[in-house]
């Protein structure tokens, strides 16, 4: 069975390592820096078998050419269409990857990027940047429409599907959700055990796909009165109230919240 651990990275990163109990061979998602890295695997006597990159941004690539230079046969998986130049086995939309003898399905997410794929199975998600607890990235290259569809493939994923994003950013999301929903009450018991979490320096993550689905507004974007509490110059107000055009919404609140 998988192991996956947290190794931090920056101020707020999470590289992620899955391992398992048969081998000592380590993969790691998106690593941005090389030395937390290579730190974790002396520290539990690990060796790298792969990396797995969702797009090109350098908190998630830096790490990688220090990590080749220690591991030269390693493989480093990550989107087809990237500027990243590191990635040696370009995947694409419906591609499957084994790790650790585990498959993993991979997925186009554009939104955060254009780049921007996932790594998921029934069990698993790393959602890089797409998918936050509580929120979503910040459309740097793709339209809301366009994230909107990325959301709808991890709605789609079972309620008991862990998530595991790149940022410790859900008690800042939470905050902003609430002012989204402040009467939803799966938010409020989840937002005080974050904050709980929080306040001893514990990672609040992973999530779930079930409980995102109860939590994060963006998730929520089909629901017809989501912005209901958003200030009037925040609502795309349109006859045919599209669930991208809610998120489009919700996005433009989040980024000047």
Not at 6 to 26: G, H, M, P, R, V
Not at 69 to 93: C, H
Request: one cysteine or more; glycine letters at 6%; a negative charge.
């Amino acid at each position: 069975m998988v192991q996956v651990k947290a190794i931090k990275a920056f101020s707020d990163n999470y590289i992620w390592c899955l391992t398992t109990e048969q081998n000592n061979q380590a993969w790691v998602v998106d690593p941005g820096q090389s030395a937390p890295v290579l730190e974790h695997l002396a520290q539990h006597n690990l060796t790298l078998g792969g990396i797995l990159i969702t797009h090109h941004h350098y908190d998630h690539t830096d790490g990688v050419a220090q990590l080749v230079k220690q591991y030269p046969n390693i493989a480093v998986y990550g989107p087809s269409n990237s500027p990243f130049e590191g990635i040696t086995m370009p995947l694409n939309e419906g591609d499957t990857i084994s790790v650790l003898n585990i498959p993993f399905e991979i997925i186009a997410t554009p939104g955060h990027t254009l780049d921007h794929i996932c790594y998921i199975n029934d069990a698993l998600a790393f959602t890089g940047d797409t998918l936050f607890s509580g929120g979503c990235g910040r459309l740097f290259e793709g339209s809301p429409e366009q994230m909107w569809h990325s959301f709808n493939k991890f709605r789609a994923l079972p309620s008991d599907c862990k998530v595991y994003c790149t940022h410790e950013y859900t008690q800042a999301n939470l905050a902003f959700a609430k002012a989204v929903e402040p009467r939803n009450p799966e938010l409020l018991a989840y937002s005080q055990k974050v904050d709980e979490l929080r306040k001893n320096d514990e990672i609040s993550l992973p999530s779930t796909i079930g409980q995102e689905l109860k939590v994060n507004p963006f998730m929520r974007s089909n629901l017809p009165d989501i912005t209901k509490s958003l200030p009037k110059e925040y609502c795309l107000v349109t006859k045919n109230n599209e669930p991208w055009e809610n998120f489009a919404s919700l996005r433009m609140f989040k980024d000047n919240f």
